[in-house]
């Protein structure tokens, strides 16, 4: 019973550690929400960004270049837009300028 106990604490204690560890893969999208969010002007805005900073930070290993070009082109652009129709017209220029 002794051992059980031991080993229930352990691990409790051992799952704060891995989660600090999972945050730090995660530090670079964190950062880029925190960056790109705080002037969002809309909650479509606010999605195309949240998009675009999961695809280039916890997948970025499955984007071409072009791929990368276009998140990136959509996180400097989109930020401080108010209506969708801006930001409709953002997603395309950005796809004009990196052919998917």
Not at 22 to 42: H, K, P, V
Not at 65 to 88: D, M, W
Request: aromatic share 8%; hydrophobic share 45%; with cysteine.
């Amino acid at each position: 019973m002794l051992k059980l106990a031991y080993m229930v604490v352990s691990l409790t204690l051992a799952a704060p550690l891995s989660a600090l560890a999972f945050g730090g893969e995660n530090g670079e999208y964190d950062q880029c929400i925190l960056n790109s969010l705080a002037n969002s002007q809309s909650s479509y805005a606010a999605r195309v960004i949240r998009n675009s900073c999961v695809a280039l930070y916890r997948n970025s290993g499955l984007l071409l270049p072009r791929e990368k070009s276009y998140h990136i082109c959509v996180l400097q652009n989109v930020q401080t837009v108010r209506g969708a129709f801006a930001v409709n017209e953002i997603l395309h220029a950005c796809r004009r300028q990196n052919p998917m």
